[in-house]
DNA sequence: GCGCTGCCTTGATCCATGTCAAGACGATCC
DNA sequence: GGATCGTCTTGACATGGATCAAGGCAGCGC
C-alpha cells in the first residue's frame, strides 16, 4: 500500500464513528494520545486494491468507513473472498511487513492508518491497545473457523440465510430486529457468490426461492427487505 | 477441560520435544523459568474430548506429542473439522474462558498446560511469550483462510493432494523431500473427510484414482507413499 | 429517446460429488 | 480357525449446484 496521506481528511478522534469499537477502544487516555500522535487518514476508491498478496504492508489501519474484501486467488483464476471489513474492522499483522492476502476496497474507503514500527512500539508499551489486539485477532479466528462449516457443510440455501442473517447483526440494532428489516447487502452477486463458495447464478436462484417462499422481499437485487428475522433464522435451526 | 495433574509425567523443559517451536520458544531464560514454574502436565487417551463447544476452558496448552482436532458442528451432526493440532500447536484463548469448539484427541495426547489467569499475568509482563502469542493466534489466521480457499474453490482431488502435501510438509524433514516420502496419515478417511468437506466414499474413490495415477502407493489405508513429491505437488499448479 | 454497459435473473443441461448398498480387509477375541 | 467389529473400498444411482446460454433491467452518455 502506498502511503499517500489524505490532506482532505480532517477527521477527529473525538468524533470518529469507530472510536468505540476499533484497535483503540480499550485504550486508556495516555494510550490514546500517542495512537492518535501517530495516525493519518488514507481514502481508498472503490474497486481499488488496498494491498495485494505478498506485497509489502508498512502499516496497519482501521476502517473508518466503507467496506472491503479480503480474498484469496488459485493460480487459476478461482476466488475465495476470506473475510469482509466493515467499519472499525482491522487490516495488516503487526510483526510481519508482507500481506499474504488481497485486500481491495469495495466501495470508497477511509482508512486510519498507522505506521508499522510505531505501532509495534506502541502496542509493546501500551496494555489496553496489546489485549485488544490480541483478542481481535482470536475473534477473527474465531469467525474464520465458524465461515469453514459454512463453506464445507451448509447447502447453498443455508449459506444464503447465513449471509443475510451476518449482514442484519452487523447493521441493525438488536432492539429492531424484530420488527421488518431492511438491509443493503455491501456485496454484489458476484462477490456475495465468491464468499459462500458458489456461483453468481446459485446465489440468484436462491435469492429467488426466498423471495417465491415469502422469507424475503428484493426492493432492488442489493435491497432486501425481511418481513420477519426469526422465520428466515430459523431456516438455520439444522445448521449453526 | 478437567485439570488432573498426571503424576507419572515427569517432563522436563530441557527435554521437551516442542521447547523450540511451542509458545515457550521465544521465550527468554527469565521469562522460561517462569513458564516452568507454573506448568503441569496432562494426558489424554485416544478419542476423547480436551473440550466441548461452550464449555468453561480455564486452561491454555501447549500439545507436547500427539494429535488432536478442532472441530465445530451443525444441529444436526453434520461436522467440519477446522484445524488438526499437531506437537507444538497451541490450545486456548488467553482473554476469555469459554471455548467455542470442540477439541478432541486422536490419538494419545500429552499436553503441557497453563492454567488461564497465572498465563496472562505471565504474558502481561513477558514480551518473549507475548510476541510468540500473537504470532500464533495471526499464522493461525492465515491457515484457517487458506483452508478456506480450499473448502470453496478446489476440487475434490485438490483437496487431497493438499492435505497429503500438508502431512508431508509438517513430517518430513525438507532435505528428504526428493526422495521417495512415506506418511501416516494423522486421521481416519472419516475425519480426513471432513476436514476437507467432503465425503468418506469420495476421499476413499480419490485415493484409489491417485494409487492408479501413480502418484502414491497405499501401503495400508493409513500409510501413503508418495513416490515423486513434486510430481504429486505439480497436482496443484492450478491451485494455491 | 436510444443504445450502450454492467449486473442480475432464469432456463436447460451436465457433471462432480453425495447417497445408498454391498462387500473386503484387518485386528481382536474366543 | 471362525466370529465379530470397525474401517475402508467399490459400484450403481441420484442430485445439488455448476455450466452454458439467453434475455431483462437500470444507469448513463449522447
Redesign the pocket.
Known sequence: MKISRSADLRLDCQHCPVRHRAICAASDDGEFERLNAIKFYKSVPAGQAVVLRGEKLDVVASIVSGVAILSKTTADGRMQITGILLPSDFIGRPGRDTCDHDISAVTDLTLCCFRRRPFEDLVERASGIRKRLLDIAFDELDAARTWMLLLGC??????IVSFLMLVVRRSVLPEDADQPVRID?P???????SYL?????????????L?KDGLIE?E???RVIIPDTSRLEAELENAD
Do not use: D, N
Not at 451448509?154 to 449459506?159: F, I, N, P, S, V
Not at 463458495?197 to 426461492?209: A, K
Open positions: 451448509l447447502t447453498a440455501r443455508e449459506k447487502l456485496l454484489s452477486r458476484e462477490a456475495t457468490a463458495g458458489l456461483t453468481i447464478e446459485t446465489v440468484s436462484r436462491q435469492m429467488s426461492r423471495r428484493l432492488t437485487a442489493r
